[in-house]
């Protein structure tokens, strides 16, 4: 029934800042959202398990949905596992990766920040990227994980924490020569505003939302159309603020994506 489509996945509603940038270049191309909220957050998780888990998802997800192409519209999960998904599955997959290289081509300083999870600034993935594309610039890395329970609480339709937000920021406000911050979690473009409201200057955000939908629009020659609301499935589907997210994005609530096939979730993890 979903054949040909799209299928955007991440651990939570991150993934929902890059279904709009599809949608604003692929038009009525049919998307399927899939996340992983029974594993949320994924930046705090050791890198062996999230591979393992990472992999179960999407396979299992790809199989349910016969999408043509997988998103992983998630920068923890593509630093680590995009090798270990493409050598599983046969169709197309478009990782997300921090945009180190735009914000270096655009900072007038080359004093730039990377706000990303835990485990996405320490990334061996994330030192080539800022080796490759911003040896000229200072990149101060900054690990903001209590931003993507704020992101989820916000889609949820809950009231932000400006204490919070702010405690995320405040290290590279406080730098003075930095104009521009790259949002290396794909939770962190939903609290664009919010932020920039935040800063005591003007300041460059920059996301990959809109080059991974020209990456996809590269990979798929016609892209099945979408027929009104689109599937989404969760591995946690029973939560409210879930379903007004996708609700909010054109998903319908979301069903369950079975667990039994999928590695057990350490205690220690929850
Ligand atoms: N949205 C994910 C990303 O882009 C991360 C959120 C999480 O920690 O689960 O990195």
Redesign the pocket.
Same mark, same amino acid.
Request: include cysteine; proline fraction near 3%.
């Given at each position: 029934m979903h054949e040909g489509a799209i299928l955007i996945f991440? $651990?939570?509603v !991150? !993934?929902l800042s890059v279904v709009g940038e599809i949608r604003a270049c692929l038009g009525d191309a049919a998307l399927v959202y899939v996340c992983d909220n029974a %594993?949320?957050?994924?930046? *705090?998780?050791p890198d062996e398990w999230l591979i393992e888990r990472i992999v179960a998802v999407c396979c299992c997800a790809v199989e349910r949905s016969r999408a043509s192409v997988l998103v992983v519209? =998630?920068? &923890?999960? $593509? &630093?680590l596992a995009l090798e270990a998904l493409r050598s599983r599955l046969t169709i197309p997959v478009v990782g *997300?990766v921090p945009a180190i290289k735009p914000a270096a081509q655009m900072s007038a300083s080359k004093v730039i920040g990377l706000l %990303? &999870?835990s %485990? &996405?600034v320490r990334r061996p993935y994330t030192d080539r990227l800022i080796e490759e594309y911003a040896s000229e610039c200072r990149v101060i890395r900054v690990a903001a994980?209590g931003l993507?329970a704020e992101a989820e609480r916000y889609l949820a339709g809950r009231t932000l924490s400006t204490d919070k937000l702010r405690h995320a920021v405040q290290p590279l406000f406080d730098i003075e020569a930095l104009d521009t911050v790259v949002l !290396? =979690? *794909?939770?962190?473009p939903l609290l664009r505003e919010p932020l920039a409201a935040l800063a005591p200057r003007e300041l460059v955000w920059i996301d990959s939302g809109a080059a991974i939908a020209r990456r996809v629009a590269s990979v798929i020659s016609c892209p099945a159309k979408t027929r009104g609301v689109g599937m989404s499935m969760a591995t946690a589907p029973g939560q409210d603020g879930l379903a007004h997210a996708l609700a909010h994005f054109g998903f319908a609530a979301p069903e369950p994506l079975m667990l039994e096939d999928l590695s057990v979730m350490p205690e220690s993890l929850h």
């Open positions: 991440d $651990s939570g !991150g !993934g %594993a949320l957050p994924y930046g *705090t998780k519209a =998630c920068n &923890t999960a $593509s &630093t *997300t %990303a &999870t %485990a &996405t994980d993507v !290396g =979690c *794909t939770h962190f």
